[in-house]
């Protein structure tokens, strides 16, 4: 278990917090309560006064000094604790972004004293110091990593708090519930009942219905966050490679009138109607001698295996063949769009002859139908659900196992009440629930489970 106030906050971290590489400026990061102390070291500033005695949220011009040298022209800007980032004092140095003057800098407040940040440590700090909680922390990387606007505006609705405020709401709601059950226990003989019987099944059912709600967004919220998979799968030369392109917009893949020209596979993401798509075009599945394109086709069905959805390509000019036929017999199970390609040339195969599945003409070469296929796409994805709404969700496995737990919890609690059994019982599936959704925040979460969220961070975040 971590406690929030275990952190040490003795020591004070350091690392160059933008990209590696040649920018027009780079940022070197302190916090801690030696932040400013090891500022005065190194930053000399053209004003008077030094950076200890700055006051917060000012930014000053001055030189970034080793003894007597000039390394750098710098600005500081200083944030005093409790309004930062980490809710510790910082100082960030914004430099000139070449890489020698950002790793001296670097180099000299490490020697003044402060210690290389692991990655993450920042956001760490900020969740560690209570400033945000865990699922907050988790939509800092989603807002640093979000493929398409629609992913962003769901990772900075979890970044405001939104899911944080409706499971606070909700906690409070259980743990008023379980005071009530517990006196009911410590005061048995009371004759008035201090809560009623069905007044806490509507409480608990009140609870079941927003943490169902929760659950509702996972789905959405995971893809929206990790993109789905989608592979365009068919028989060699059929226009697999051109769909990648046309959806593109750009010319990824190699295109030529031959059989076989795709070897390997490809994956590219694509915004979709707003969902990332890592769309993966495939070798053409086929029976053959060739080694190479064996192996391609072997790939081919892996990924066809494991992919959220399948567009399965025919070529419309030519009729339905064997291999056709056997690729849509592997995909009947599957979630799946026919696309019927190269309906600019005269037609062999109309949609009309897949009654009940979603099939679509297209061309590839000039753009016919490809409007219709996205939406197609997009509509597979979240089957009718509606997407539109507030941008409230859980976004990830972690966040979505817990609000599950903590909903089986709250189920067996009105179980519990519905088959009159001993308030003991009640209370004690209405404490896990609460134990599952202080999971879902962070706050009782294992230092383990932490390490790897954080971990996924780059230094300096
Ligand atoms: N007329 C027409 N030709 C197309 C269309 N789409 C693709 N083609 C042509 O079909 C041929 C094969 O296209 P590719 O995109 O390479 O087909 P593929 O399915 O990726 O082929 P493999 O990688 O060999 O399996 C090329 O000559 C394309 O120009 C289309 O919509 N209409
Ligand atoms: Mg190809």
């Known amino acids: 278990m971590t406690g929030r106030n275990k952190i040490d906050t003795g020591?004070?971290?350091?690392?160059?917090?933008?990209?590696?590489g040649e920018g027009a400026i780079g940022i070197v990061r302190l916090s801690g309560k030696g932040s400013l102390g090891i500022a005065d070291k190194v930053f000399r500033p053209n004003g008077a006064g030094s950076p200890s005695g700055f006051r917060s949220f000012t930014v000053h011009y001055g030189h970034i000094v080793d003894?007597?040298?000039?390394?750098?022209?710098?600005?500081?800007?200083?944030?005093?604790?409790?309004?930062?980032?980490?809710?510790?004092?910082?100082?960030?140095?914004?430099?000139?972004?070449?890489?020698?003057?950002?790793?001296?800098t670097l180099e000299l407040v490490l020697a003044g004293g402060a210690r290389l940040a692991e990655p993450g440590e920042f956001t760490k700090r900020a969740f560690l110091n209570g400033r945000i909680d865990l699922t907050q922390a988790e939509a800092v990387l989603d807002v640093i990593r979000s493929k398409t606007d629609e992913s962003l505006a769901i990772a900075l609705g979890q970044l405001d708090g939104r899911l944080s405020s409706i499971l606070k709401g909700i906690r409070e709601e259980l743990a008023s519930v379980s005071a009530g059950v517990e006196a009911s226990i410590d005061f048995p003989e009371e004759d008035i009942e201090i809560i009623s019987e069905a007044g806490t099944k509507a409480r608990l059912e009140a609870v079941r219905a927003q943490l169902a709600g929760i659950l509702e967004t996972a789905d959405k919220g995971i893809i929206m966050r990790e993109g789905i998979s989608c592979v365009i799968c068919g028989k060699p030369n059929v226009g697999k490679s051109s769909l990648l392109n046309a959806l593109l917009r750009k010319d990824r893949a190699i295109v030529t009138h031959v059989p076989g020209t795709t070897?390997?596979?490809?994956?590219?993401?694509?915004?979709?109607?707003?969902?990332?798509?890592?769309?993966?075009?495939?070798?053409?599945i086929t029976a053959t001698e060739d080694i190479v394109e064996r192996e391609g086709v072997l790939r081919s069905r892996e990924h066809m295996e494991r992919s959220g959805l399948i567009l399965l390509m025919l070529d419309g000019s030519s009729a339905v063949s064997g291999e056709d036929r056997a690729l849509l017999e592997d995909t009947r199970s599957r979630a799946r769009i026919i696309v019927i390609n190269k309906a600019d040339l005269p037609r062999k195969i109309s949609a009309s002859e897949f009654p009940g599945i979603c099939?679509?003409?297209?061309?590839?070469?000039?753009?016919?139908?490809?409007?219709?296929?996205?939406?197609a796409m997009a509509g597979a994805v979240f089957s009718g659900k509606a997407r539109a709404g507030e941008p409230v969700a859980v976004t990830n496995l972690r966040q979505k196992e817990a609000a599950r737990s903590a909903l089986s919890s709250v189920e067996a609690a009105i179980d519990a009440v519905d088959g009159k059994l001993p308030p003991e019982l009640i209370a004690v599936e209405v404490n896990e629930s609460l134990g599952h959704i202080a999971d879902i925040v962070?706050?009782?979460?294992?230092?383990?489970?932490?390490?790897?969220?954080?971990?996924?961070?780059?230094?300096?975040?």
């Not at 600005?75 to 140095?93: G, N």
């Not at 099939?359 to 939406?375: D, N, V, Y």
């Not at 962070?442 to 975040?461: A, H, P």
């Open 442 to 461: 962070g706050e009782t979460v294992n230092e383990e489970i932490l390490d790897r969220i954080f971990s996924q961070f780059c230094i300096g975040k």
């Open 67 to 104: 003894g007597n040298s000039v390394v750098d022209e710098a600005l500081l800007t200083v944030m005093r604790a409790p309004k930062s980032y980490t809710k510790e004092d910082m100082a960030e140095i914004n430099c000139h972004g070449g890489i020698v003057p950002l790793r001296k």
């Open 263 to 284: 070897r390997d596979t490809i994956e590219e993401y694509a915004n979709i109607e707003g969902i990332p798509f890592r769309l993966v075009d495939t070798a053409g």
């Open 359 to 375: 099939a679509i003409e297209i061309s590839a070469k000039s753009g016919k139908g490809l409007e219709r296929l996205r939406k």
């Open 11 to 20: 020591d004070t971290i350091a690392a160059i917090s933008t990209p590696s």
